[in-house]
């Protein structure tokens, strides 16, 4: 109480915090005067004044106040648009490292352009990130415009550039481009053999547009570079054919948490099926059978918790993943752990390769580099306690230029799905009849087709906005403010384009006029086209402004939110209502039952609704647990990743330092000492009696890695010996072979496989141990059974496997380098080949089991090339006793020791 009289008098912190901005925005604004007198030439060569005092130790805050007003004046001549106080309120917050939250409508494009400026003048590169190609396209190229006006250079990053046109974009003082660029172009940049290569600048400053989308929604799903796996694809398509035969007892679904189990039914109905095709042998569970289950369990999973067209939707025979939160069609992305298999199984598509993990990092890890992190959106205060916990981000709401007039009605909540859609056609029927635009939002692509249906047989005309129809969505979402215009859209998040009363003139001119040529017609028309779009405008405000209609509630308050906020822009009328069934999802799974029976005892009749400020609360109060939920799940999540998190850090930064170095020898020298030394403490133990030592096994061992035949056995046996003296022996054989060939070969090739092997062999342990991590992340949650903590038991043999990891890099690469021998030529031909970028496809995990730790771990893809080999041999006539002579030898061949083993499992096990 006392907490609410404080905040009545005094303000939130909120609106004391915006109060502390207004001094700025005076100031601005009395710059405005003298800024609007300077040439176009004068205001340009501020830009270079501003980075002569940076120069001289002034601060990007000392210069705040006329930056911004320089932008604000290079905005009004070049695209006619002056920034509101409200704007140059968000861009302060911006500038400071803050999340800043401002409505639909608000213009914050236009507000991203102060701080991205202002920041830029320290030439170290600013990102602007967006969620999708065409808002990073679009908005490098409209507010690129004030940049280029004030002597800023501009890039984009866009799917399918080269390396070279990358490098290029991020050599910009400003670059945009989408969050799975970034964070791919970082993980393949640190898979590059030389630094020259790499594409990305260090990180200095990023602004994320719909920062709640990119930060929270797409937390829960990592990036990943991953390679073809072995296919099994065939057991997709019978073990799917078998869980078809299964039936709801055998099964136990549980929507809360989107998971499926077997009964003890099921299980031994599974066994008896997969008996019968010959593919079992013992219990469906025991460990020989794990491959048969992890098949069971996604097949399971894709018949029964995923619906075609409103999880996934099929294109050009693909299996295409739908955003849940966005409602767009995710090409090229794959859903993880082999479920994405089982899917193509399900519907009869072909079944592609599963992928190995080769590079990943999340979302969160990633934003985390940048030393200087902003972003804005209209819906971030319901998320502002993550914001604050996993990025260290305020969030600060920014008032409107225009008081908001939307009427907001209370939710009406129906006994039926049928009831509802009578209810939603009837109100959709009377907007149009009156000319009122009217915007209806569903969950799912199936639920706005279905009620695209019902329109049809009313004949009420419409456009629907889903995955299937991504291509016309910009211009469908500008029109949808035409006077009794009926927009269904699955989703709103992230739409770019702003609905406008009366429609989109400059989307309609370029629509129509993009075949005129002459220039006086285009004028004419295009005047024509402005004013038609006045009138409807006035037509549009008349009939009440924008209606907005929702189906259902999403279990985020955002999600709604966003969708609410397509109205009212700029101070228009408006309005929104949600329509609610107790069988909807959110209804059905959070407690539908106690409800209906209520309502049943109230008496509400077919058709009726109930409408009550108690029920919105209720429904508000629902999805606050559901977030809070989720918050859980990705706090959890990346605890976990944290732990790889640290170990990636240390080997990219390592792999920069090997990149850097002039030369690895002395790496290379003591790598090799290490591996004596652990081999010869292994075999002959300090303080050990001469007859407890394994000279034997000693000499096996080094005769597989160094392929030198030292006569260890013969020094064991020589009187008086210690393992100091057989330590250094074998040291000073190693090291004059490796004298020899580096005089041989000349000190600067010998320089240049060194550093070659290193990185080559760095990235397949690392490879390796992202794929034990996976195997240890699956099932260290069952350690709860033990009353022990998974993340600490996690951490500990996280720590084990990384430490293994070194020990077997030391080993391969001075087996590598002992056996290893160069013909000589151009240094071309034997430098490591990058990957193909032809062959790089994005995927992604499925969000809806982030919260599951065994399926945290895999998503986007990338098919990598296998590098061509390093090295070939020169001589020609092969000994089986001296790999030297073996010269080139493929993986698959029979290994040339005559072992009987092929190379790749014997004596290539190293390279």
């Not at 109905?269 to 025991?286: K, N």
Request: charged share 30%; proline share 3%.
């Amino acid at each position: 109480m006392l907490g609410a009289l404080a905040k009545r008098i005094f303000g939130s912190s909120n609106d004391r915090f915006v109060k502390r901005l207004q001094p700025n925005v005076a100031a601005i604004n009395a710059l405005e005067p003298e800024i609007a007198g300077l040439t176009d030439e004068e205001l340009r060569a501020r830009t270079l004044w501003f980075r002569e005092r940076l120069s001289k130790g002034e601060t990007l805050d000392d210069l705040m106040i006329e930056a911004f007003a320089t932008v604000r004046e290079a905005a009004k001549r070049v695209l006619g648009q002056r920034h509101f106080d409200v704007q140059l309120m968000g861009g302060m917050v911006l500038h400071q490292g803050m999340i800043a939250e401002m409505r639909t409508g608000e213009g914050k494009t236009l507000v991203g352009t102060l701080p991205v400026y202002l920041n830029a003048l320290s030439g170290k590169g600013v990102h602007v990130v967006t969620v999708n190609d065409y808002l990073a396209r679009r908005d490098a190229e409209w507010m690129g415009q004030i940049y280029a006006f004030l002597g800023l250079s501009v890039g984009c990053i866009l799917h399918g550039l080269s390396d070279e046109q990358r490098r290029a974009q991020y050599a910009a003082d400003i670059t945009y481009g989408t969050n799975n660029e970034f964070g791919f172009d970082y993980l393949r940049d640190n898979m590059k053999f030389r630094l020259e290569d790499m594409c990305q600048r260090p990180f200095n400053f990023a602004i994320v547009d719909e920062v709640d989308s990119i930060l929270i929604d797409e937390a829960r799903t990592p990036l990943i570079i991953s390679g073809a796996a072995e296919a099994s694809s065939e057991l997709y398509k019978i073990v799917d054919g078998l869980v078809r035969h299964l039936q709801p007892e055998h099964f136990e679904k549980d929507e809360k948490i989107r998971a499926v189990t077997l009964t003890d039914a099921g299980q031994e109905r599974v066994e008896e099926m997969l008996r019968e095709r010959g593919l079992l042998q013992g219990a469906l569970y025991d460990v020989h059978n794990i491959s048969l289950v992890h098949h069971a369990n996604q097949a399971l999973r894709a018949n029964v918790l995923f619906h075609r067209d409103t999880d996934y939707m099929l294109k050009d025979g693909k299996v295409v993943i739908i955003d849940e939160f966005t409602g767009r069609a995710m090409e090229g992305r794959r859903y993880s752990d082999g479920l994405h298999q089982a899917l193509e199984a399900k519907e009869g598509v072909e079944v592609q390769t599963e992928n190995q993990t080769l590079a990943s990092i999340t979302f969160q890890n990633y934003f985390r580099m940048y030393p200087k992190l902003a972003g804005m959106t209209g819906t971030a205060m319901t998320e502002a306690n993550e914001f604050a916990e996993i990025y260290k981000l305020e969030v600060i709401d920014i008032p409107t230029n225009v008081p908001v007039i939307r009427i907001d009605h209370d939710d009406e909540v129906y006994r039926t799905t049928a009831e509802k859609n009578e209810a939603i056609l009837d109100q959709i029927e009377e907007c149009y009849k009156r000319g009122q635009p009217i915007l209806v939002g569903t969950v799912s692509i199936d639920k706005s087709e279905r009620l695209s249906e019902l329109l049809k047989a009313r004949g009420i005309p419409h456009h629907v906005l889903n995955a299937r129809y991504h291509e016309q969505e910009a211009f469908i979402v500008s029109q949808a403010g035409r006077p009794g215009a009926v927009t269904i859209a699955t989703n709103m998040a992230g739409r770019g384009t702003d609905i406008q009363l009366g429609g989109n003139a400059d989307m309609l001119i370029r629509q129509q006029l993009a075949d005129v040529t002459d220039e006086a017609e285009y004028w004419r028309r295009a005047e024509e086209i402005r004013a038609e779009v006045a009138e409807a405008k006035k037509a549009a405000l008349a009939a009440g402004g924008l209606f907005v209609l929702a189906t259902e509630r999403h279990e985020s308050r955002r999600i709604d939110n966003q969708l609410r906020g397509r109205s009212g822009r700029q101070g228009d009328p408006g309005a929104s209502k949600f329509y609610l069934g107790l069988e909807d999802d959110l209804m059905r799974i959070f407690g539908s039952e106690r409800m209906d029976t209520m309502l049943r005892r109230l008496g509400l009749k077919q058709g009726e609704a109930i409408i009550h400020p108690w029920i919105n609360k209720a429904l508000e109060k629902a999805q606050q647990k559901v977030e809070a939920r989720n918050f859980d799940i990705r706090k959890n999540l990346l605890k976990f990743d944290d732990v790889m998190n640290d170990q990636r850090k240390v080997v990219y930064e390592q792999r920069r330092d090997i990149m850097r170095a002039p030369d690895v020898h002395e790496t290379i020298v003591d790598m090799r000492r290490e591996v004596v030394d652990n081999l010869v403490g292994r075999f002959i133990p300090e303080k050990a009696l001469p007859e407890q030592w394994e000279a034997a096994s000693l000499h096996e061992e080094l005769l597989r890695i160094t392929g030198i035949d030292f006569p260890v056995v013969a020094w064991a046996a020589e009187e008086g010996i210690a393992d100091d003296e057989i330590r250094e022996r074998i040291n000073g054989a190693i090291d004059r072979r490796m004298a020899e060939k580096s005089a041989n070969w000349g000190p600067e090739m010998m320089r240049f496989v060194e550093k070659s092997v290193l990185l080559q062999l760095l990235d397949q342990v690392w490879k390796d141990h992202l794929l034990a991590l996976d195997h240890l992340r699956q099932g260290i949650g069952l350690r709860a059974y033990a009353q022990k903590d998974p993340l600490n038991e996690y951490k500990s043999e996280a720590f084990e496997l990384f430490d293994a990891m070194l020990s077997r890099l030391r080993e391969q690469v001075t087996g590598t380098l002992c056996h290893v021998e160069v013909q000589q030529g151009p240094a071309e031909d034997v430098m490591p080949q990058e990957p193909d970028d032809a062959t790089w496809r994005e995927t992604r995990q499925d969000p809806a089991f982030a919260d599951q730790p065994q399926d945290d771990g895999d998503t986007a893809v990338a098919t990598r090339p296998a590098a061509r080999r390093m090295v070939a041999a020169a001589a020609a006539d092969i000994d089986p006793e001296d790999p030297s002579t073996w010269g080139k030898v493929s993986r698959n061949a029979p290994c040339p020791c005559g072992s009987g083993k092929k190379f790749k499992q014997c004596h290539g096990r190293f390279a």
